[in-house]
């Protein structure tokens, strides 16, 4: 069975807020831009329906290409986390020129929140080798899980650099907040999805 007791009560996010509280954070060097990024893509996708996380690839202090969770709209797509659509992009964009493949081990994929063990996998498997992330997701995170992968995925992850990205620690707890916001509503739509859709 689910159960959503894991979960801490933390002061209810205003959505409205976040433009406000991302003005008085830091906005020197590139890795807080990458965080103010993350934020206003996450802040974005929750506004549209998703779960509250966005991903970037990043070349040097380049931005080169963002995702953010679309696992409820525009359609149900179980596989649409920030993480995937990210490097599904990647994917095509290599296909259609607009990137070499061998350009993707020098690039940082840099998520709001730290990858779950869907992605983390996907992730490995795709050849990122520097994995960062805003906010730890003490209950899905699988980064800080790793030595529990199976040994094939552990040798992978020994290729990797990663952790949390050294940012402000304000975008760190905005990235958490955003993450959580309407969790056990769309948690309720999730299980609902594997009982059809009742919820819906
Ligand atoms: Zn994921």
Redesign the pocket.
Known sequence: MFSFSLFKPEAQLELSDVDARLARLSQSGYRNGWARRLCELALQARREGNYGVSALLCRGDEVLLEATNAVFQPHWDSAA????QLLNCWERSVVEGRFKARELGALSLVSSLE??P??LSRILMSGVRHIYYLAEDPQGGMVTRARHLPPAFRNLMQCTDHGPLRVDSGYSKLARQLARHGLAQLRERLVAQGQGGQAL
């Open positions: 986390h920030a993480e995937m990858p779950c869907m992605c």
